[in-house]
């Protein structure tokens, strides 16, 4: 069993920065892929980046050059980073992180965080 524990939500001007945590611990399979996903008031889930240590990274479009994911693992934990720039006022939502079912992007996540809010106003 995987536990995954967001943080560094909050409220932010257009034009901020936050950073995201995610620390992961439990049954750890500190080699699969993690990624973060947003969901927006009224609006499915989405996408936002992914990172493996076999593929790279990948992001969305919509953040792309903003949005920076990283990863580290220490003995016991896996943590997982999102840099956010340039943040708009769209990238409010609730932000998930996500530990995938694999060490590629295939199969999509099997584990979710309980999310974090962000909120950027205009």
């Known amino acids: 069993q995987v536990q995954l524990a967001e943080s560094g939500g909050g409220l932010v001007q257009a034009g901020g920065s936050l950073r995201l945590s995610c620390a992961a611990s439990g049954s750890l399979f500190s080699n699969r892929a993690m990624g973060w996903f947003r969901q927006a008031p009224g609006k499915e889930r989405e996408f936002v980046a992914a990172i493996t240590w076999i593929a790279g990274t990948r992001y969305a479009d919509s953040v792309k050059g903003r949005f920076t994911i990283s990863r580290d693992s220490a003995k016991a934990t896996v943590t997982v980073y999102l840099q956010m720039n340039s943040l708009k006022p769209e990238d409010t939502a609730v932000y998930y992180c996500?530990?995938?079912?694999?060490?590629?992007?295939?199969?999509?996540?099997?584990?979710w965080g309980q999310g974090t809010q962000v909120t950027v106003s205009s």
């Open positions: 996500a530990m995938y079912g694999s060490v590629s992007f295939l199969g999509g996540p099997a584990s």
